[in-house]
Every structure is written in C-alpha cells, then in structure tokens.
C-alpha cells in the first residue's frame, strides 16, 4: 500500500511480489495495516508531535519483502518484514546437483546422504528447494524476519533483527510494540532506531 507523503504518519510499503516470493506480501501488509489502524497510532502521532503534516523523518515506515533478495528495503525502514523459507531434507536426492547450482551463496555441498547446507550462512530464500527436480529438499519452516530500527539520513542505521522466524500473529504483536515503545519514550524528531539505540536495545529487541 503507498500513500501519498503528506498527512501519513505510517507508510507501508512492499515489494511487487514474483516467483521468487516465500510469503505473500499483500497478506503481511494486511496484518501490518490492521495494526495501524487498531492502535490509532496515526492519530497518536499527530497528537504526540502536535501537527497535521510530519516531516520526512517524522513519518513510520515499513517495508514488506516477499524473499530476503529485499526489493523493497525492509533493512533502511524503521520497521521491516522480509519472507523466510528455511530449507530441510527430504527424500530420494538423485545427487543431480541442481540445488548446489542454485544457491547464490555457494552454500551447499552434497555428500554421500545428500545436500549439505550451510545454515550459519543461509538466507532462507528457498531457492534450492524450487529448483530441487525430486522434492529431495523441501521448506522445514516459513515465515517473517521480522526488522526494527533502520535508516538512511545524517547517521544511517541497518535494521536490528527482533524476530528470525514469526508468524503472523508475532508479526502484528511487534509492530504494535515498536508503535508503543515510539509512543511512550520517542523524543519528537527520534527515529525508532535512534529510540532503540538511546535505550540501549533492552525494551523492545528479544534478549539473545
Ligand atoms: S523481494 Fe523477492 S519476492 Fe519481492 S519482488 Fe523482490 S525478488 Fe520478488
Ligand atoms: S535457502 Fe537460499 S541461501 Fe539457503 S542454501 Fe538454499 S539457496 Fe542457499
Ligand atoms: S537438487 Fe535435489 S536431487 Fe539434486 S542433488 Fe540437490 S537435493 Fe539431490
């Protein structure tokens, strides 16, 4: 959903969706517009920052990626979803060696039992798996990376993870609880990565 700039204090915006996609990104943007719209947070902010028209920097922006390639930026917004689709083992690997070709990173070896993937490295993009010709690799898990606190301007920041593998209901609970930790503590010109780094992480990113 793009709004135009002007009175919104939250933009939503998501990559066009294609065969590369592991989520579909109008259903995130669903969940995520929901929660704009039943925490008032537009209304909140234009009362907090006491004007009808934000500036740049005033305005919440979310990014939906459909796959980690991030078309739309998720990693420079101040709140951003990028799809997820950890790859595991099935059966019957003929050792054609498609899924080793397919990975972009050069994460995967086959052995003796099959492919063998680097997860220290893997991005979850699934790519493997689409290009297995005998279902020999399949999608173990799906879901949303979830990233808060990103942006360019004066001091660029990339996004800090708050959640590698959510489901919907994760993802509508984190947006509302960057909305309200912005709320409660933001000074009037914070950016939320600002906000997080001021706070020292320890409000709103899980603890590791
Ligand atoms: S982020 Fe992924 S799914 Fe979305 S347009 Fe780009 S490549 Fe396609
Ligand atoms: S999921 Fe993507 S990054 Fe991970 S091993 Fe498969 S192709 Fe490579
Ligand atoms: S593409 Fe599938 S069948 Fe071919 S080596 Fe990889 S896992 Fe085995």
């Known amino acids: 959903m793009k709004m135009p700039i002007g009175d919104k204090f939250a933009l939503i915006e998501r990559c066009r969706g294609c065969p590369n996609a592991v989520v579909d990104p109008l259903e995130a943007e669903t969940v995520l517009a929901k929660v704009i719209e039943e925490t008032g947070f537009e209304e909140r902010q234009k009362e ?3 004007t009808g028209s934000p500036l740049y920097h005033q305005v919440f922006r979310i990014a939906i990626a459909g796959c980690p390639n991030s078309c739309s930026q998720p990693q420079i917004k101040d709140f951003g979803v990028q799809g997820q689709a950890r790859p595991g083992p099935g059966e019957g690997c003929t050792g ?19 492919p063998v993937i680097d997860f220290s490295r893997c991005l979850n993009c699934a790519l493997c798996v689409r290009a297995c010709p005998a279902e020999a690799l399949k999608v173990d898990q799906r879901g949303y990376k979830i990233l808060i606190g990103g942006k ?7 996004a800090s993870t708050m959640a590698r593998l ?26 939320l990565g600002d906000l997080v780094d001021r706070c020292g992480n320890v409000n709103i990113l899980p603890k590791t």
């Open 48 to 50: 907090r920052l006491k």
């Open 166 to 191: 959510g489901n919907e209901a994760e993802l509508a609970a984190a947006l509302k609880k960057a909305f309200m930790f912005l709320l409660e503590h933001g000074r009037p010109h914070e950016r």
């Open 96 to 114: 054609c060696g498609e899924c080793v070709a397919a990975c972009p990173d050069g994460l995967i070896r086959l052995s003796e039992s099959g």
């Open 152 to 158: 360019l301007g004066r001091r660029p920041r990339l």
